[in-house]
């Protein structure tokens, strides 16, 4: 890549240029200003005192960057220019009447019994659309006069200018009460329209500070809240501390995060918690929305709440949730804060998508250790004990042979065939552990039987002092219909329900098989069930089967004083042929 500088040099010939003005704002204020010193000369008003104090008064006006102050500061140099008592100044809305009102000469005492600010109507609602200086010898007289509401002060002669900033009327100023003269002369007029124009400089200024300055903390927010995912911090917080910053920057009532189906939203991330998420209506649409809180949902319109804004979260399938954010009074945002809120937005759905995929990437680490046993536990555990089982079967056939046709009375035959059982048991529940081992809970195959059988069991089981086994046999799969689900878990729920909460056993087991019938049996070595007790679940269960063409059967020995009952096994069966 080749760069060439070049230095620039004014030729022999060329003049140097005439210092001017650097920017639009400052050649409308000196072509205004110039305007305003000629009026002054015609109407023989350009001594040298009044010069000094008009340019004492913009000098003035200008000081400072804050708008609030700054719009004080106008309106009490501007009654000392031209001697009025009272003095105001309108900021219009984007209603097009009064959004704010600042006055001066008015006391407390009279402030008090005067009742509401004027909104813009009447002669203030006419002149807010005028964009010239305006004097009126008698209020009363003028044709838009609406008169004054009770307790006013007496208001005759008036004087009024626009503020005007890049071509729009930002507001007015209103001067009313000549002191000194009967009402306010040409002189007046001309000063004022003079301050009008510099007030419009100062306030242009005011703003694009405070612009650069909102932006400066979306900015801030954006880059120290974005940053957190990839320091490890946790989502949770990362959208809690979101929520909190951009409340504080816009002055909202709450800030909710709200993701998941519109049907049934899961909030989360709110500055306060409380809040259900059911019952919300939000705006379809890619596009920021700001509408009546009471549309949204009676949950969110708290503490006075009137307006809610809501910004949607999209990734690459849409949106997926929204911002929400409740206002007292906000119908309306700034550009800079609309950029903040939609980078908020960004970085809000860059956080969750990021954690999503991290907890992805760890499911598949899980998993793949999980694979890695599973597969250690098929080639080397059950192979081992599948060598076993031979073995254990070669003694009994050789045991056979020693003991001819008593080896069914013999103790070390029956040893060993209880040997064999334990072993295929022992099998069956590796088989069960590897398919378990292979799955991730709450992830991909809930949808097979086994794993929503697994997922009931562990459920159940999380708090109990003892974790039921659990055995397949068959293509439990592949033949047992979806229609016979919701059955499955109730005989799961009810039955293991009951096993660990009554039964007081050391081993409590779950068997299910399918073939021609699906069979789901529920063992314990517990105290038994009492005969004298009726329970209603286990009504519940027999109806299923009989629904179902199926049975239910309990097989159960009520345990004995200082001692340990035979169990209870339940089994319930239903045919497949039936569906």
Known sequence: MFIRSRNRRRSAGSSPRRPGPTSEKETVMAHEISEALDALTAHGADKPEILRELLESVLVVG????????????IEVAVGVVDARYGALGVR???WQLKEFVYTGITPEQRAVMGPLPVGRGVLGVLMDSPHVLRIPDLAQHPASVGFPPNHPPMTTFLGAPIIIRGSIFGRIYLTEKQGAPEFSEVDETLIAVLAVAAGIAIDNAQLFESARTRQRWLELVARRGSEPLA???LSDTLSRMCV????????LDVFLITGDPDEPEIGGSTRPGVDACGLTMPAGPALAVLPAAEIGE???RDGAQWATVQPLQRASGAFGWVLITHRSRPTWDDEDLSGLMGVAEIVSLAIVYAEQQQIARDLEVLEDRHRIAR?????VIQRLFAIGMSVQTLQAGRASQTGDGAADDPITARLDQVMTDLDKTIAQIRTSIFDLQTVPGHHDTSTLRRRILDIVSELAVHAPIAPSVQFSGPVDTVVPEALGPHIDAVLREGLSNALRHAKAEHISVAVSADEVLTVEISDDGIGIDTAVAYRGLENLTRRAEVCDGT?????RPGRPGGRGGGTVLTWSVPLTAG
């Open 63 to 74: 000081r400072g960057l804050d708008l609030d102050r700054a719009l004080t500061r106008i």
């Open 93 to 95: 809305g984007h209603d």
């Open 232 to 234: 490890g911090i946790a």
């Open 245 to 252: 910053d951009v409340a504080e920057l816009v002055g909202a």
């Open 299 to 301: 949950a969110i319109a």
């Open 376 to 380: 250690d536990l098929h080639d080397h």
């Open 552 to 556: 239910f059967d309990i097989r159960t």
